[in-house]
């Protein structure tokens, strides 16, 4: 109950997370995109912290021991093999007319 209390009162700063989406994509939000995509980050992170909570669960350890950096990594493994959202790049098949 403690942790829902948590998540219910935390927020993403509206201004750095302007800041960073208009650096991504050089496109400013209106007031109202902006609290969509603030909800939507909220519940990507409470999803990635449930996650890590498993990995530290299935390692062995207490559910009072801290998440480390190396569950949240694994966990955001874990979504990136489970959606097939890889940041790679996709590289080109052709260039300058040439099949490579």
């Known amino acids: 109950m403690e942790r ?11 201004p750095a997370l302007k ?14 995109g902006l609290i969509i995509l603030s909800s939507v980050v909220k ?4 999803e990635l912290t ?20 190396s569950h949240i990594l694994e966990s955001a493994r874990m979504m ?7 940041r790679t790049k996709h590289h080109k098949k052709f260039r300058r007319g040439y099949i490579l």
């Open 4 to 14: 829902y209390e948590c998540y219910r009162r935390s927020h993403i700063g509206k």
């Open 43 to 46: 519940m990507f992170i409470g």
């Open 50 to 69: 449930e996650k890590s909570r498993l990995i530290v669960e299935e390692q062995g350890f207490s559910q009072l021991d801290e998440i480390r950096p």
């Open 19 to 32: 800041k960073l989406f208009y650096s991504l994509t050089g496109v400013s939000l209106n007031p109202n």
């Open 80 to 86: 990136n093999v489970k959606t097939k959202m890889n």
